[in-house]
């Protein structure tokens, strides 16, 4: 049942620090976001904010933390299209992803691109899918653990190609760039909010963007997409929400959601984000009523994907 929030108490709210709890590593694409947003949240919402990596188990204790905190408004969570992927991967998950949340709103769309050590040994998409041909049964995938965006996008690649790769897991895509860049593993797919960087230094190799539309900005302009070199049909973008747990009061819900839609509109948060490659939502989709039916959406869309590509995922 929710905690009974005093109205006074909604009057001032925030009144003490809000934590917003970020499902994977400090460093990586999913933090990169929080991080951006609450620099653009903190005046229109007001109070501090502070971020909480929960790193773990594709997102999804990061997830239940949420799920499983007090209703007051004071620890929101920050997601992305893993919420859904998860929902469809794991035969139970300790928290119901369409009722144990109240939906504040979406921020912004990631494309993901394709990535290699920077030693493995192929510069265009053609010679990696030869390499990848050559070396089956050797091919080490990095990405943030079953439920995450990089390992969806892993999953995806993996059916694509009928090639079973072995996968390695990380708290979150900032570590596995780390090993990628190390050359302890040799691909992976992540999204612009972290590869980006990498890519215009020339750190890692860089193949594909996942997407139907190639970028437009710097290095990543020159990569085709997936669908154009052969891996028909394929595209994944990574959207990202906010969430609370159950029962928080609507007047909280509100008002997060309407320093939400001010922050959207912050020109340094739009600047930061669009040089990443992220696209932010659009005013009229950020609805709280919007978001979930986006994911609910995104659930049933997701499902028969996983089930149809169910022996690579883990
Ligand atoms: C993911 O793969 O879901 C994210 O890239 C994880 C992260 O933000 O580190």
Redesign the pocket.
């Known amino acids: 049942a929710a905690a009974a929030v005093s109205l006074p108490a909604l009057a001032q709210y925030p009144e003490k620090p809000i934590t917003i709890v970020v499902p994977?590593?400090a460093g990586?694409?999913?933090?990169k976001v929080a991080r951006d947003l609450a620099e653009a949240l903190r005046k229109p919402l007001g109070g501090t904010l502070i971020i909480e990596n929960v790193g773990g188990v594709g997102?999804t204790l990061g997830a239940n933390k949420v799920a499983k905190a007090a209703p007051d408004g004071y620890t929101l969570l920050l997601h992305?299209i893993?919420i859904a992927s998860a929902a469809a991967l794991y035969r139970s998950l300790p928290y119901k992803t369409l009722d144990d949340f109240e939906y504040l709103g979406m921020i912004n769309e990631v494309p993901m691109t394709l990535i290699g050590r920077p030693n493995l040994p192929a510069t265009s998409y053609a010679d990696l899918a030869k390499w990848l041909e050559s070396n089956k049964g050797n091919i080490n995938l990095a990405?943030?653990g079953v439920g995450?965006?990089?390992?969806l996008c892993g999953l995806m690649y993996q059916a694509a190609l009928k090639i079973d790769m072995t996968t390695v897991p990380y708290k979150?895509?900032?570590p596995a760039m780390n090993d990628l860049l190390g050359g302890q593993v040799d691909i992976m797919c992540?999204?612009t909010t972290?590869t980006t960087g990498q890519i215009e230094a020339g750190k890692v190799k860089a193949y594909a963007v996942m997407s139907s539309k190639r970028l437009t900005s710097g290095a990543l302009a020159k990569l085709p997409t997936a669908d154009e070199s052969g891996v028909k049909g394929f595209n994944l973008a990574v959207w990202h929400g906010l969430y609370a747990p159950k029962g928080t009061p609507k007047a909280v819900i509100d008002k997060v959601n309407t320093a939400l839609r001010t922050a959207l509109k912050d020109a340094d948060f739009h600047k930061r984000q669009e040089a990443l490659g992220a696209v932010i939502i659009a005013d009229a989709r950020l609805a709280p009523a919007e978001h979930k039916k986006f994911v609910e959406a995104e659930i049933a869309k997701l499902t028969p994907v996983i089930k149809a590509a169910g022996q690579y995922a883990d």
């Open positions: 994977f590593a990586g694409p999913t933090d997102g992305h893993g990405h943030a995450s965006a990089s390992h979150g895509t900032a992540d999204q972290n």
